[in-house]
């Protein structure tokens, strides 16, 4: 492993493609090599790019590839589709736009299908982000499924969110009602060669005055046009000077800390309940309590109160 | 762990119809794999490092524009030269029966017709598992 570990800080694209399927795929080597990658992470700027499907997140995505490259800055892309919850299946199809950039020893594309993890990325997005960032690449950004207003669990993988609106798809109620505009930094008003794009932004523009506090700048609010390249600099511009917003106000030190706060109260969490499940036959003991209640009439919240001191007695002499 | 198997789905050469390749795709989508999907007019190159770069155990090249017998070949062997000749290189599209064995020689596990059902490709990818669950 420490073979392993030693060529992706090299930056060697095998064993970097190796590395995050041994990520994906939960194998024994995860923990291990994550622990070993760890020290070398926290270099890298960490974008969320998210909106609606077919909003134009991958075109986009070209795009700002394209201009990152431009400044030499190395660029992956982490593109998150669904899983097929009844087949297991994927199709993974973001990459399709930004294939231009296979050649380019600089980009690294990889395709995730969900795999049933809720919230539009995959369970396996925050650790495959590490290793990339211990790779030593400058820019990771990630791609989200084409989401709604529940699935933005991108925000707590993201050190900044361009949220892309386009308009036409009912955006403009949909971000007045539904708290969307909360979790976006860049905003970004696409296929302005569409008729109600300039109306989105004028609407957009009204709703971020209440969200703003005085003291931070406002959210940008660009117009894109990603099929025609038009708009991007301002996109650049915008992202890079409001990173270094978040850099100079300490909100970036304070969202990584929150991220990784989140991250070690869920892989807690993610090991009790292995423990529970590896000692103690919950299955059993769950169909146990569901007779009592169902044909003894007792009452679950005192039954299962009643239970949970043995459960938790039996797992402490384990 | 029943590791998901990831394929590639990819169209070299110059013919720009992808009809078949999509319908490959979304069926073996539907087979319960997780299928890449890169459109048309790949260079070899593009294909060979996409699939390193997403850990495909499976390339599919679709082709109807007839260089099989020189773009085939050109994947497997950017593939070896990038030490990743575990990938397993299967074709499709329409092929002559005659290019077969010059086409297995050359490293491409397995040809299917425009005829073949997806029962047989998957039947094909099924047969390999134990060989690509590294
Ligand atoms: N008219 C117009 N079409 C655009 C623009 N940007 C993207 N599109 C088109 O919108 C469609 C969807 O683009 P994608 O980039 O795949 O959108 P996406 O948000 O990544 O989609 P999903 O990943 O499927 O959610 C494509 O047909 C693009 O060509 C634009 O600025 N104007
Ligand atoms: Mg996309």
């Known amino acids: 492993m420490k073979d392993l570990t030693q060529q992706i800080l090299n930056g060697d694209i095998r064993s970097i493609a190796r590395a995050i399927s041994i990520v994906e795929n939960n194998a024994p080597l995860k923990e291990p090599l994550l622990d070993e990658l760890y020290p070398f992470c926290g270099k890298a700027m960490i974008w969320g790019i998210t909106g609606a499907p077919g909003a134009g997140?991958?075109?986009?995505?070209?795009?700002?590839?394209?201009?990152?490259?431009?400044?030499?800055?190395?660029?992956?892309?982490?593109?998150?589709?669904?899983?097929?919850?009844?087949?297991?299946?994927?199709?993974?199809?973001?990459?399709?736009?930004?294939?231009?950039?296979?050649?380019?020893?600089?980009?690294?594309?990889?395709?995730?299908?969900?795999?049933?993890?809720l919230g539009g990325i995959a369970g396996a997005t925050r650790d495959v982000i590490k290793v990339f960032d211990a790779a030593g690449y400058d820019l990771i950004i990630i791609e989200t499924i084409g989401v709604g207003q529940s699935e933005v669990e991108v925000v707590s993988l993201a050190d900044m969110i361009l949220l892309v609106l386009v308009p036409g798809l009912g955006d403009e109620i949909q971000a007045l009602k539904a708290g969307i505009m909360e979790i976006g930094d860049i905003f970004i008003i696409n296929k302005k060669d569409r008729e109600g794009a300039?109306?989105?932004?004028?609407?957009?523009?009204?709703?971020?005055?209440f969200k703003n506090e005085s003291s931070a700048p406002p959210n940008p609010v660009i117009m894109t046009a990603a099929t025609l390249n038009e708009g991007?600099?301002?996109?650049?511009?915008?992202?890079?000077?409001?990173?270094?917003?978040?850099?100079?106000?300490?909100?970036?030190?304070?969202?990584?800390?929150?991220?990784?706060?989140?991250?070690f109260y869920d892989i807690v969490l993610t090991k009790i309940q292995q423990v529970v499940e590896n000692h103690y036959n919950l299955t059993q003991k769950v169909e146990r309590l569901v007779e009592l209640v169902v044909?003894?009439?007792?009452?679950?919240?005192?039954?299962?109160?009643?239970?949970?001191?043995?459960?938790?007695?039996?797992?402490?002499?384990? | 762990m029943n590791k998901k198997l990831r394929i590639l789905i990819a169209k070299p050469g110059l013919d720009g119809h992808d009809r078949g390749a999509k319908y490959v795709a979304r069926a073996l989508k539907d087979a319960g794999y997780e299928v890449i999907y890169t459109g048309i007019r790949q260079s070899p190159e593009a294909i060979a490092q996409t699939?390193?770069?997403?850990?495909?155990?499976?390339?599919?090249?679709s082709l109807l524009s007839g260089a099989h017998n020189e773009l085939f070949p050109r994947v497997v062997q950017l593939l070896r030269e990038k030490q990743a000749s575990d990938i397993i290189v299967f074709g499709g599209g329409v092929i002559p029966e005659s290019d077969m064995p010059f086409l297995k020689e050359q490293g491409i596990a397995a040809i299917f017709t425009p005829g073949t059902s997806i029962a047989a490709i998957i039947e094909f990818i099924e047969a390999n598992r134990p060989r690509v669950s590294h």
């Open chain 2, 51 to 61: 699939a390193i770069q997403e850990d495909v155990d499976f390339v599919g090249l």
């Open chain 1, 232 to 263: 991007i600099a301002e996109v650049i511009a915008a992202a890079e000077q409001y990173f270094q917003y978040l850099t100079d106000s300490g909100q970036l030190e304070q969202r990584r800390r929150q991220r990784l706060r989140q991250e």
């Open chain 1, 198 to 209: 300039v109306k989105l932004k004028t609407e957009v523009e009204y709703v971020l005055r």
């Open chain 1, 57 to 117: 997140k991958s075109t986009l995505l070209d795009r700002i590839i394209a201009a990152e490259r431009e400044q030499q800055r190395r660029v992956a892309v982490i593109a998150v589709d669904p899983t097929s919850p009844f087949t297991g299946g994927a199709i993974l199809g973001d990459r399709l736009r930004m294939q231009r950039h296979a050649l380019d020893s600089g980009v690294f594309i990889r395709s995730m299908a969900s795999r049933g993890y």
């Open chain 1, 295 to 318: 044909e003894h009439h007792e009452k679950p919240y005192a039954l299962i109160e009643k239970h949970l001191n043995s459960i938790l007695k039996e797992i402490e002499q384990r």
